[in-house]
């Protein structure tokens, strides 16, 4: 019951690391802590690859021996914590913990016991099993965690590029239309004040807008000719 309460802060615990370096030393940590183990290697990649593996060791020659070069080589063959024997060292035996997610190894973890005459147990592989699997459970967290981040981080660059694209749209419709404006209000200038009769119409006859005041004059119009038949002044 105790081993167990230590199981549940500890997942606790490690639902605050936001870190998977800090995340994976807390657990080989915790391990030691917990069991009584030593911990000598550990190391995690995260599912997208994007990132290096994250690696902790205890001893940093202890991956150069032929049986521990041999032993990672294995790992990705680990579905679940198993106890492997040294063929040197006197037949040391060493608890592999592999981190999965959706079966695919992800991690590992690997241990010795502190005691020489200590053998791991059935108890210390069940436990093991309920620990490796929470460590497992966070580990995807800040996967996920990183990957929603970066996809929002996306979305806010594509809407500021779409705002500023949508700006840059806008201020050329504003000076277009300010320049349209401008040349209409120099056209119904010129319309105003030209002393002929001036006016342009489509293929129906029918004045269109534009048309010289003065050409209001020669048709004895008192308001617009705009829609006027032309033939029917005539």
Not at 58 to 83: C, G, H, M, S, Y
Not at 84 to 95: D, M, R, S, W
Not at 106 to 118: D, K, L, V, Y
């Amino acid at each position: 019951i105790e081993t167990l309460a230590s199981v549940n802060q500890a997942a606790f615990d490690i639902r605050r690391t936001a870190d998977p370096q800090a995340l994976l030393e807390y657990s080989l940590r915790l391990f030691e802590t917990l069991f009584g183990f030593n911990s000598r290697f550990g190391f995690y990649q995260d599912r997208s690859n994007s990132e290096k593996p994250v690696i902790c060791r205890n001893q940093e020659n202890w991956v150069d021996t032929p049986f521990t070069k041999d032993l990672l080589r294995q790992i990705p063959t680990f579905k679940a914590p198993t106890i492997v024997q040294a063929e040197e060292n006197g037949g040391a035996l060493y608890l592999v913990c592999p981190i999965l997610h959706q079966g695919k190894t992800r991690g590992c973890m690997i241990f010795t016991s502190s005691e020489n005459e200590r053998k791991f147990s059935e108890e210390d592989l069940s436990l093991s099993r309920t620990v490796v699997s929470i460590v497992a459970s966070e580990f995807e967290n800040i996967t996920f965690s990183r990957e929603l981040k970066n996809i929002n981080a996306e979305l806010e660059q594509r809407v500021e590029a779409r705002t500023r694209d949508l700006a840059m749209a806008n201020e050329e419709l504003r000076e277009k239309g300010a320049e349209i404006l401008k040349r209409k209000r120099e056209l119904d200038d010129v319309m105003a004040n030209i002393q002929q009769g001036i006016l342009t119409f489509g293929t129906t006859a029918k004045i269109n807008p534009e048309y010289s005041t003065y050409a209001l004059q020669l048709f004895s119009e008192p308001s617009s000719l705009e829609g006027k038949d032309l033939i029917s002044l005539l």
